[in-house]
């Protein structure tokens, strides 16, 4: 197979994958879990609904073959560990960064392709 023959391959797989119900269920499954822990916590301090959230989320996977896989996790980070300075009309401001590290990655035939780092308050 030649380069540009791999390469059109390549992009074609990843496009139908991204694009299946597979796919599509995996993220929706993501987004039900978050919502299901928030509706089932909502009396709960917030640090204590993140927790359940973080705790959700010590690996979610998803494989196509073996060429593609994505996988999410998520950190607690509230208080201390995310607090953040930065310059604010001729004042330096300190404030909590967020409350909950979410971190994707996108692994093509083994190797990381794309890292994703969300931080979320």
Same mark, same amino acid.
Do not use: C
């Given at each position: 197979? %030649?380069?540009?023959?791999?390469?059109?391959?390549?992009?074609?797989?990843?496009?139908?994958?991204?694009? !299946?119900?597979?796919?599509?269920? #995996?993220?929706?499954?993501?987004? &039900? =879990?978050?919502?299901?822990?928030?509706? !089932?916590?909502?009396?709960? =301090?917030? $640090? &204590?609904?993140?927790?359940?959230?973080?705790?959700?989320?010590?690996?979610?996977? /998803?494989?196509?073959?073996?060429?593609?896989?994505?996988?999410? !996790?998520?950190? #607690?980070?509230?208080?201390?560990? !995310?607090? *953040?300075?930065? $310059?604010? &009309?001729?004042?330096?401001?300190?404030?909590?960064?967020? &409350?909950? *590290? #979410?971190?994707? *990655?996108? %692994?093509?035939?083994?190797?990381?392709?794309? %890292?994703? /780092?969300?931080?979320?308050?």
């Amino acid at each position: 197979m %030649r380069n540009w023959e791999w390469q059109n391959y390549f992009v074609e797989n990843f496009f139908s994958w991204i694009n !299946s119900v597979e796919f599509s269920e #995996f993220i929706t499954r993501l987004a &039900d =879990d978050i919502r299901i822990k928030i509706a !089932s916590n909502y009396n709960k =301090d917030e $640090p &204590d609904i993140v927790k359940e959230i973080t705790a959700s989320f010590k690996e979610k996977s /998803l494989m196509r073959g073996k060429f593609f896989r994505v996988k999410t !996790s998520a950190e #607690f980070i509230h208080g201390s560990k !995310s607090q *953040v300075i930065f $310059p604010f &009309d001729k004042n330096e401001l300190q404030r909590e960064l967020g &409350d909950i *590290v #979410f971190i994707t *990655v996108l %692994r093509i035939n083994r190797n990381f392709t794309l %890292r994703k /780092l969300s931080i979320i308050q």
